[in-house]
């Protein structure tokens, strides 16, 4: 990974972004993406992911702050960042009485350099739809043919709004490798997912938005480590959290007792669970339902977003459902510029 | 989708397509908005069908007046009259519903991140029934020449001058009312203020002439009144330059109007 500087392909510094009603989404984040790296933004709904993605594709300007994309601003200067950057949005908009082939025509009329379009098509195994209409593909073939658009222009950047959402599990593979090839020939990528093993596997590096502020931010490896392993068990009828030696003697960071389960955190996770392990033969006790789980993404997110909830939030961990944050009626109050 | 792909990035710039210009990248959407006008049943019949055969209904009405007081004839009426249908329903009509469908598809705001500029993407869309209306104006022009006697025109330039206004206004009307309009059958509700404001006062089938001074003074402000007193006043060229003038000038006032309002008000997505 090239870090220099100037290698810098895309650069945020202090991003806000308020919207009509006084909705502040985003409230000033800072990342930068190195040219060849693939860099995930991953948040609970409303985070900020996309109103982020969208200043950075230009497609609205910061309400405050900076940012840069191949060293220009991709607002002002679109003309100069656009013919070099390739967008697929969370949604998708193609005509829907237009075939395959059709919608890639129009859009390679669109495009500076365009890949020829059954090349386009190729890359994401679409060829065999080009006689399609649109309205006939399936979810996850329509995000693909957005994916084919925005590559038909060869882009030195690729933003990436939940590229797998609505895909299978075997085209979630392919757009995977692909995003891989794309980053291995030199093409920088953004994308943004709720899928945590998407940005496990995928991401050089990846930032986690909370609630407009970036939360946690490295290496895949780096977030996790910050988080603590897990333990969980069920203790059998008659014993309770206080038979157990004391817990700060095992290493255990928190815990929580919910009925028979109880559910430790810890930073040593070989200390704590032996002498759990230990101490139930000893006591000959059998802990059902047992669960040793090292520190992951998940984790990570889960943690945020449990801080949160404790923090006044009411389940901010709704991983699941994500639709367009902040894609409420204050981003249609935007107009042209 | 392949494993190991070759996403021929190494090629980047070898064997590909040349760089976007503003007219090649409207030509693309213009082609694609006119692929799309052939399989809309809709379109076709209220852009294409309605402008044609509206001229017919309106026939037996115009004979009924008194137009020889103002020096008029029934070919005189009918032809502005056939060029302000085909501006209503060929190109404000048509607009309303193709602007309001690629917004509610996202395809605007798809758009959007691409290359073309706003002014591109809207441009590329309008184009298609743009040029239809204007065939279809050629058409129905010719069509009551022969058909109603109606001599040659006195004056070309203000007739050709008042059909471009009108084409660029309506098709700039259309982009705005599009703002106000939800989905794609609301659209025969939205434009129905327009379309009947300018058949009933702008001329299209009542001449102004035939109005109270009073009253075809204030109506010729309005927006297609200019329009049709040009197309009038180029084939009588009983227009004087000062009254030509004030008509052209009322015509961009309202062009101007019209794209300050599309710039301030247009929407590239849906309403959520």
């Known amino acids: ?200 596997g995928l991401a050089d590096r990846l930032a986690i938005l909370h609630q407009g502020r970036v939360a946690a931010a490295g290496t895949p490896a780096e977030v996790t480590a910050a988080q603590p392993s897990r333990i969980s068990f069920e203790l059998p009828e008659g014993y309770f959290v206080g038979d157990l030696p004391p817990l700060s003697a095992l290493g255990v960071s928190g815990h929580e007792v919910r009925g028979r389960l109880v559910r430790l955190r810890t930073h040593e996770l070989q200390r704590t669970a032996t002498a759990v392990l230990v101490w139930a033969e000893r006591a000959r006790v059998e802990l059902r339902a047992l669960d040793v789980r090292p520190a992951s993404l998940e984790e990570a997110f889960l943690g945020i977003a449990r801080e949160a909830s404790g923090a006044g939030g009411s389940g901010a961990a709704g991983l699941g459902s994500e639709s367009a944050p902040g894609s409420g009626s204050e981003r249609a109050e935007e107009r042209v510029v | 989708m392949s494993n190991g792909v070759d996403v021929g990035v190494g090629a980047r710039g070898v064997g590909r397509g040349p760089v976007a210009t503003p007219a090649r990248r409207m030509a693309a959407l213009a082609r694609a908005e006119l692929t799309l006008l052939g399989r809309s049943r809709s379109t076709l019949l209220s852009a294409v069908l309605v402008p044609l055969a509206l001229p017919l209904a309106l026939r037996s009405a115009v004979s009924q007046m008194d137009l020889d007081d103002v020096g008029l004839s029934v070919g005189l009426v009918m032809l502005p009259a056939s060029i302000g249908f085909s501006l209503l329903f060929g190109v404000y009509g048509a607009l309303v519903g193709i602007c309001t469908a690629r917004r509610e598809e996202l395809v605007l705001k798809r758009l959007r991140t691409g290359e073309p500029r706003d002014a591109e993407i809207l441009a590329g869309a309008s184009l298609p029934v743009v040029v239809t209306a204007l065939v279809q104006s050629l058409v129905l022009a010719a069509a009551c020449t022969v058909v109603l006697d109606v001599p040659a025109p006195e004056a070309p330039h203000l007739a050709v001058l008042g059909l471009l206004l009108g084409l660029v206004l309506c098709a700039a009307l259309g982009a705005v009312t599009a703002a106000v309009t939800r989905t794609v059958e609301s659209a025969q509700v939205t434009t129905l203020p327009l379309v009947l404001l300018s058949m009933t006062l702008s001329g299209v089938t009542v001449p102004l002439e035939l109005l109270p001074d009073r009253l075809a003074s204030v109506c010729a402000l309005l927006p297609l009144s200019p329009v049709i007193t040009l197309v009038r006043g180029g084939w009588t060229g009983d227009l004087s330059a000062y009254e030509a003038l004030g008509a052209v000038a009322t015509a961009l006032a309202w062009i101007v109007l019209a794209v300050f309002a599309v710039r301030r008000w247009f929407r590239w997505e849906p309403r959520r």
């Open chain 1, 1 to 200: 990974m090239n870090t220099d500087e100037h290698e810098h392909v895309i650069e945020v510094t202090g991003l806000r972004r308020v919207y009509g009603g006084g909705f502040e989404a985003v409230r000033g984040i800072d990342f930068h993406v190195g040219r060849g790296e693939v860099f995930a933004l991953l948040g609970t709904n409303g985070a900020g992911k996309t109103s982020t993605v969208e200043v950075l594709e230009g497609l609205a300007p910061p309400s405050g702050g900076r940012v840069r994309v191949l060293g220009h601003d991709p607002h002002a200067e679109r003309a100069l960042v656009r013919p070099r950057t390739g967008v697929m949005l969370q949604e998708g908009g193609f005509p829907s009485e237009l075939t395959v082939a059709e919608t890639a025509r129009m859009w390679a009329g669109c495009v500076s350099g365009a890949r020829p379009v059954p090349e386009a098509l190729g890359l994401v195994g679409l060829d065999a739809k080009a006689g399609v209409r649109v309205k006939q593909l399936s979810g996850g073939e329509r995000r693909r043919l957005d994916l084919a658009l925005a590559l038909l222009g060869d882009p030195e950047v690729l933003f990436l709004d939940e590229p797998t959402t609505g895909l299978d599990a075997e085209g979630r593979r392919a757009t995977w490798d692909l995003v891989r090839a794309l980053r291995d020939a030199g093409t920088t990528v953004l994308l943004t997912t709720h899928y945590l093993e998407e940005a496990e």
